[in-house]
């Protein structure tokens, strides 16, 4: 259960080696989390991560998790939550893709839209479930600025992010009155690992900002949070340009 200040005791990070989602993880067990499992696709890295969490002080699992086989969904998800309750559910996983090559390689860009989508349909809507049966915790999706509108620079994973944010939407209205807390997290360009070398869009974020943003989310229960929070109003701009301005811009 959550502790008084909305600190979460248990946590699942579905993505378990997402930068964004192991400094909320660290962020967290610094706040007293306890329990942290990392889910994702077994390997070192994934190791690696799980150990230094433990170095914190937390008691951390793993388990296999593939985006790209929902299929599997219910058997890893199960494993977990017969565990014990988990009071915060993040997911966190997904990819970039690359625009110019996926455009001219439709498979490749079904693979962008699986991973960021479908995967996290499947995944989100079997947690949503068990926390309900639990009657308690918060499920908080990564989706992105970049689906408030389509650019032409990365359409495909910003169509598939936009997709997920209406669909975490509708999850949250559809668990109201439930006990369990949809948080739909909107972070703008994030200097990551993965994002570099690619031509940074301003605000430009950090990990470690989305993950406070992420807690101070939980503890006023935020439907919709924006990482840095003038995103909000720029994008509400943006959103409402006519298109053949918008096409001119730098983006």
Known sequence: MKDAFGTPQSLLVLGGTSEIGLATARRLIARRTRTVW??????????????RLRRLGAEVRTVAFDALDPGSHEEALGKVFAEGDIDMVLIAFGILGDQAHDEADPLAAVRVAQTNYTGAVSA??????????QGHGSLVVLTAAAGERARRADFIY?????GLDAFAQGLGDAMHSTGV?????????VRTRRTAGRPE???VTTPEAVATAIELGLRRRSETVWVPGTLRVMMAGVRHLPRPLFRRLPV
């Open 124 to 133: 989100g809507l079997m947690c949503a479930g068990a926390l309900q049966t």
């Open 201 to 203: 869009t301003p605000p």
């Open 181 to 189: 807390h949809v948080m739909v997290v909107r972070p703008g360009f």
């Open 38 to 51: 990392l889910a994702g696709r077994p390997s070192p890295a994934l190791e690696t991560a799980a150990g």
């Open 158 to 162: 910003g169509s598939s992010k936009a």
